[in-house]
């Protein structure tokens, strides 16, 4: 709890970065029934907000809790979320660590909204490290490599792109400098896309 508190006054004292300890406009703007927002069904609050610009584009920090209903209370998790920024729109697609999605009752809960546009989840693509979910299983198949699978396996990440949004996840209340790591991890990503993804009819 320390190191985290130290890690917030870093990055609040740092120019370059603007700090919200509070941020409900900022959570209205995504769609709640996608991970990890469908990992809240009791409630979602967002904690510790930081906004600036990595390698050019525009990312956001934060801790998210999510409550779901326990046998006796309802319970807060915690995660830890990167949101970059995309130069365009792509097909709603999640990907998950496995190591992650066997956490929590993280598998339980969609991992797309499947109310506002089709999304199903693709066993057969990819290899044992990640489950996909995809609105559009050719785009989801484009993306697949096994690079990007060991990357997210050895991380234990989450990551799924919201319109021109890709919001990347973890369990757990990290530091905002593993955030930031994890921030390196989408880029990296998503520099990892083939040419043809950013000729994809939108």
Same mark, same amino acid.
């Given at each position: ?34 991970? *990890?927002?469908?990992?809240? *069904? ?30 006796? !209370? ?12 995309? *130069? ?5 697609? !999640? ?27 693709? *066993? =057969? ?21 096994? !690079? ?15 319109? =021109? ?21 989408? !880029? ?15």
């Amino acid at each position: 709890m320390f190191e985290i508190r130290k890690s917030i006054k870093r990055f609040r004292d740092d120019p370059d970065w603007t700090y919200r300890k509070h941020a409900r406009d900022y959570l209205a703007t995504f769609d709640r029934g996608g991970y *990890p927002f469908s990992l809240g *069904p009791d409630g979602l609050a967002i904690r510790n907000l930081l906004q600036g610009n990595f390698h050019g584009r525009e990312l956001s920090l934060f801790h998210l809790l999510a409550w779901q209903r326990g046998a006796k !209370a309802n319970v807060a998790w915690t995660y830890s979320v990167a949101v970059l920024r995309l *130069p365009r729109t792509f097909p709603a697609t !999640a990907v998950t660590s496995r190591r992650l999605a066997a956490s929590h009752r993280v598998e339980k809960r969609p991992a797309l909204n499947r109310l506002t546009g089709p999304a199903r989840p693709l *066993p =057969d693509l990819g290899t044992h490290l990640v489950h996909y979910c995809a609105a559009d299983p050719d785009f989801a198949a484009l993306i697949s490599t096994y !690079a990007m699978e060991r990357r997210m396996h050895d991380a234990r990440l989450g990551w799924r792109i919201e319109k =021109d949004r890709m919001i990347g996840w973890t369990h757990g209340r990290e530091t905002y400098e593993d955030l930031l790591s994890l921030a390196e991890d989408l !880029a990296a990503i998503v520099d990892g896309f083939p040419d043809q993804v950013w000729h994809w009819p939108e």
